[in-house]
């Protein structure tokens, strides 16, 4: 079993930064997949970004290629998402999810594990 906590969210304008951990405890990281996911109101939960274990593969949804970047710390359980420019249609809750493997899936069939989410504002 992996547990994951999220924090990070919180209210920002537009244009502005925020950056959100995900800390897994339970297991080791290290053979895991991370992925962040997101679901706005009275939408579907929709794929952010992903990477591997090693951190060497990641992926990202168009709507935030050049804006949000993950990245991981092995050694301290956790994996970030820096997230820069934000704007309005980025408000959702948030999702930290992990797979054991290498593959770097986008959908949510795909994880086993999920946190509780984080809200993230963005006013405009």
């Known amino acids: 079993q992996v547990q994951l906590v999220e924090s990070g969210g919180g209210l920002v304008q537009a244009g502005g930064s925020l950056r959100l951990s995900c800390v897994a405890s339970?297991?080791?990281?290290?053979?895991?997949?991370m992925g962040w996911f997101r679901q706005a109101s009275g939408k579907e939960r929709e794929f952010v970004a992903a990477?591997?274990?090693?951190?060497?593969?990641?992926d990202y949804a168009d709507s935030v290629k050049g804006r949000f970047t993950t990245s991981r710390d092995n050694a301290k359980l956790t994996v970030y998402l820096q997230m820069n420019s934000l704007k309005a249609e980025d408000t959702a809750v948030y999702y930290c999810a992990a797979r054991s493997g290498r593959r770097v899936p986008t959908t949510v069939d795909d994880y086993d594990y999920w946190g509780q989410g984080t809200q993230v504002t963005v006013s405009s």
């Open positions: 339970g297991r080791t990281l290290s053979t895991y997949t």
């Open positions: 990477i591997s274990w090693s951190g060497g593969t990641t």
